[in-house]
């Protein structure tokens, strides 16, 4: 079993950074594709960023060149440092983990998911 645990959300203003942080435990990840997904008030959850093992990344169109996704397998850590954010990007963001290839977005791809953290951005 496989647990993966976010930190890092919170309260920011347009324009400032957040660095979201998700821990796993349970076992080593370091084969697994790793992601961070969205969902805001009223809408469907979303795909943001993704990470293979091996450092490949895949990004959605909304936070390519925002948003950095990054993965310390040493540390069975994944990361989501965001900048520039708006209004927009108000949700709860959830962290994911499957086995894939090629790396992609798709929620039912991935097999382990986190609780969540809420991010809130005030403009």
């Known amino acids: 079993q496989v647990q993966l645990v976010e930190s890092g959300g919170g309260l920011v203003q347009a324009g400032g950074s957040l660095r979201l942080s998700c821990a796993a435990s349970?076992?080593?990840?370091?084969?697994?594709?790793m992601a961070w997904f969205r969902q805001a008030p009223g809408k469907e959850r979303e795909f943001v960023a993704a990470?293979?093992?091996?450092?490949?990344?895949y990004y959605s169109d909304s936070v390519k060149g925002r948003f950095t996704i990054s993965r310390d397998n040493a540390k069975n850590t994944v990361y989501l440092q965001m900048n520039s954010l708006n209004s927009e990007d108000t949700a709860v963001y959830y962290c994911?983990?499957?086995?894939?290839?090629?790396?992609?977005?798709?929620?039912?791809?991935?097999?382990?998911w986190g609780q969540g953290t809420q991010v809130t951005v005030s403009s």
């Open positions: 994911a983990a499957g086995l894939m290839f090629p790396l992609t977005g798709v929620e039912s791809r991935y097999d382990y």
């Open positions: 349970g076992r080593t990840l370091s084969s697994y594709a």
């Open positions: 990470i293979y093992w091996s450092g490949g990344t």
